[in-house]
């Protein structure tokens, strides 16, 4: 299993305003997405991705899951309309000149497209239809994510062959999730927080006409460096998005500060279990 537990990193040079994106993106990229790397990697050995699978990812971010698969060997398209900063950043890492691929991370090899346009938008004519499709940002945390997440797939379907796999990630149970403790500490009331369901992912693949086959679990710890990493990693995620607007990002880092107290090791590494839930669905 790859290790979660994140490298420390630089931090960024001066203030960083409430709106700055690219730095928010940048912490996602280098801090948080790799948080789920146990998922990724159970799903995709579950469904033998490899060199013939032609992959849609929805919401790719900054690309992490999309070069694990093309490490596979994976044909892929990633779409990201949400952040065009998570993208710039996945450009980097899936499509640098050769010889300036990222320390530590291979150029991808093979067939690599990424949009920032909806997925209706984003297969090439000249392409096959997609025989996996993917979700991987976890739902079941802000009221109003299920309802995103049916819009994607409803549009990514018409692009899938008959019967291919579409995978739908969500967070697990509450009790299971210290995340969960933590973003209820602090997001504070306009954030709209709503737990995790057991049937969300049913209920989702149903609403966009897909067929389940099949779940599973996975624990995906959350390991960070140290508090600064773990603020700036959870900041990253958009979910304190409304705290930060009510109040300020230095307001928000000392409370998050605060809610992360208990998961601190004597090391001072911070360390807080999570499970994710990942469903199986089949376009019709």
Known sequence: MTPVLVRQHLPTA???????????????????????????????????????????????????????????????TGAEPCSPERLALARERLL????????????????????????????????????????????????????????????????????????????????????????????????????ALRDDLEEVAERAGLRPDGSGRVACPFGYAGVDSAVKGLLSTGLFDAAVAATDREQVGKELTEALHPYRRRDGTVWMPNVFRYLIARTP
């Open 14 to 76: 001066g203030p960083v305003p409430r709106t700055d994106l690219g730095a928010r993106a940048r912490d996602w990229s280098e801090i948080q997405e790799r948080m789920l790397v146990p998922l990724y990697e159970a799903v995709y050995e579950r469904l033998e991705v490899g060199p013939g699978t032609r992959l849609l990812g929805l919401g790719c971010g900054s690309g992490l899951a999309l070069l694990m698969a093309a490490s596979r060997g994976a044909a892929l």
């Open 96 to 195: 640098p000149p050769a010889g300036e691929a990222h320390p530590g991370e291979a150029r991808a090899p093979g067939d690599v497209r990424l949009t920032g346009r909806s997925p209706e938008n984003a297969a090439g004519a000249e392409r096959p239809g997609y025989n996996l499709v993917t979700a991987f940002e976890p739902i079941g945390a802000v009221a109003g994510d299920a309802e995103a997440l049916v819009g994607l797939l409803t549009a990514a379907v018409p692009l899938s062959e008959r019967g291919a796999p579409v995978v739908l990630v969500g967070w697990g149970p509450p009790e299971r999730c210290a995340t969960w403790d933590v973003l209820r500490a602090v997001a504070g009331p306009d954030a709209r927080l709503r737990p």
